[in-house]
């Protein structure tokens, strides 16, 4: 098996490049999308497309009667503007939320699919061995589909991707800034729940030379975000979990010299306990409430649908600790702290017992989300390769057993 990854490898790097130059927003990676599935119909894998939107489904049964595993990996770009300089950089542009963007590759997604289609050719070349199923999840808009639309892992698992071969365990993996080739997960809760939230905010406009005839709703705005630096700083017990509360976006006004009607604020939570979630949730709800009602206007909190918690089975991570070791040839860290990012492969373990990880690609300019973000080696995609074949086949075999 390792000596198929190696010699997949030069391909895997291909298609990586490939993806990062033609990048693709949540619900529209079509041309991603027809890659895959050409290359899974090449290996004489069943395919189906047109999954959540623009996922693709690939079904590799195996030469002997088993369980049935799925490996996941995600398709989606960001709206950031590409600053790599790479020969292969995207030039890519959209309008994304009304305003001219760069769309880009700055979460090493373009990685996860070439490394699964990696996977899956070295899976495909020894299928007579396989005593079971594999399923490739080839999914979009992890990052979060269009406004209005449905997306992502929550509808892929809708359309029953786990039910038909029904799955016993889901594997999946992510790209991230650190050593080469080396493997990191943790048991448990991994990675965080994650709540988006926006505000409404009304008050009066009026002249900015005369804010006493008007609701000065600027002021109002920023004791809101003072309140939620508060929250999560002076009012959690922050010894337990991680919890934040960021503000990130704040919109009003057009005019340096007009008190506008209205603002609009935007941002993130994230929290690892249920009860510590619900908690800040109701915690900014009053802030808003109030801070808005002092100065004679209203306010309002909207809450998105939530990312779930991260969390790998305990057994299932323990089981497969020794096949990730051999994937890594000893490079591994199994304890690693708590990660405050959010991952819809969340809605995967809910259903069935699952695994994620970590991928080290070496030390980019830029972390993930940034426009410097890079896949500094490329060679560490191999070792994605063979963790994604090894956790299926070691997986499999001792369900067989």
């Not at 070349?125 to 079971?132: F, H, L, S, V």
Request: proline content about 7%; charged content about 20%.
């Amino acid at each position: 098996m390792f000596s198929a990854a190696a010699k997949v490898q030069p391909k895997v790097v291909t298609w990586r490049r490939d993806i990062h130059q033609h990048p693709e927003l949540g619900n529209n990676e079509v041309r991603t999308a027809k890659l895959v599935a050409d290359h899974l119909r090449k290996l004489g894998i069943e395919v189906r497309t047109g999954v959540a939107k623009t996922g693709v489904v690939g079904v590799l049964k195996g030469g002997k009667p088993g369980g049935v595993v799925a490996l996941r990996a995600d398709m989606d770009a960001l709206p950031v503007a590409e600053q790599t300089g790479l020969p292969f950089a995207s030039k890519v542009t959209t309008t994304y939320n009304g305003q001219t963007t760069g769309v880009m590759h700055a979460c090493g997604h373009d990685a996860h699919v070439a490394i699964l289609m990696g996977a899956a050719e070295v899976l495909a070349g020894m299928r007579d061995q396989i005593p079971g199923t594999v399923v490739f999840l080839f999914q979009p808009a992890e990052e979060g589909p269009p406004v209005g639309e449905e997306g992502g892992a929550p509808l892929m698992v809708k359309e029953g991707v786990l039910e038909n071969p029904k799955v016993d365990a889901v594997f999946g993996l992510h790209v991230v800034p650190g050593e080469p080739g080396k493997l990191l997960w943790r048991p448990g809760p991994m990675m965080a729940a994650s709540d988006r939230y926006e505000i409404k905010l009304k008050g009066k406009q009026t002249h900015g030379a005369n804010p006493w005839s008007g609701i000065d709703i600027a002021s109002m705005q920023a004791e809101v975000v003072l309140a939620f630096n508060q929250i999560a700083a002076r009012q959690i017990n922050v010894t337990r979990t991680p919890t934040i509360l960021t503000v990130a976006t704040v919109h009003g006004g057009v005019r340096y010299n007009i008190i506008p009607d209205d603002f609009t604020l935007a941002g993130t939570l994230r929290t690892f306990d249920p009860e510590l979630r619900k908690d800040v949730m109701q915690r900014a709800e009053k802030a808003v409430e109030s801070i808005a009602g002092r100065y004679g206007g209203k306010g309002q909190i909207e809450w998105g649908t939530p990312n779930p918690v991260t969390t790998n089975d305990p057994a299932l991570t323990a089981r497969m600790k020794p096949t990730l070791a051999r994937a890594a040839k000893g490079n591994v860290k199994d304890d690693i702290d708590y990660i405050t990012g959010a991952e819809d492969f969340s809605y995967y373990q809910q259903k069935v017992p699952g695994l994620f990880y970590d991928l080290g690609i070496g030390f980019p300019p830029g972390v993930n989300h940034s426009p410097m973000f890079n896949v500094m080696d490329e060679g560490a995609m191999e070792v994605g390769v063979r963790a994604q074949a090894l956790t299926a086949l070691d997986f499999l075999a001792t369900t067989a057993k």
